[in-house]
């Protein structure tokens, strides 16, 4: 519940329009949620749909480009992804420990991965919806 939390506090800092909460997830209001959110699950809209692919399917048709965050092949790398100005652009973060749904890649229109150099090749959820959407975010508004 922590993740999501952070991730509600992340979009508002960048002005992430709403966040999908898809699955077996935890949701507002609750507890462990708000603590991390700090208030920001009132400033960013939120919807749940209980399967992801009926999210993908409502975005699409609202003209968003999918791109899911996840390891595979001829991902794009994080750095080298250059958001197009005006393009909508809906971002899956997968579960903490399984990643994105093959389903849910077959669906995206692109998929980024983050570098990493380390001995292990997983971030912690959170911190990848962070990464993603301060580079998407600079990237957009830079002078």
């Known amino acids: 519940m922590s993740n999501i939390g952070s991730v509600f506090r992340t979009s508002d800092a960048f002005c992430v329009e709403a966040i999908h909460l898809c699955g077996i997830t935890s949701k507002p209001p609750q507890r462990e949620i708000q603590k991390t959110a700090l208030g920001s699950t009132e400033s960013v809209k939120w919807k749940y749909y209980k399967n992801t692919i009926d999210s993908i399917t409502e975005l699409k ?13 001829n991902s794009t790398m994080l750095q080298d ?22 389903e849910v890649i077959n669906q995206s229109d692109l998929c980024i991965e983050i570098p990493q150099y380390g001995t292990k090749h997983s971030l912690n959820v959170s911190i990848s919806g962070g990464l993603v959407i301060w580079h998407i975010f600079q990237s957009l508004h830079k002078k």
């Open 61 to 73: 048709s609202q003209d968003y480009q999918i791109i899911s965050i996840e390891q595979v092949q």
């Open 81 to 102: 992804y250059i958001p197009t100005k005006n393009q909508k652009i809906a971002l899956i973060l997968g579960n903490e420990v399984k990643g994105v749904e093959q």
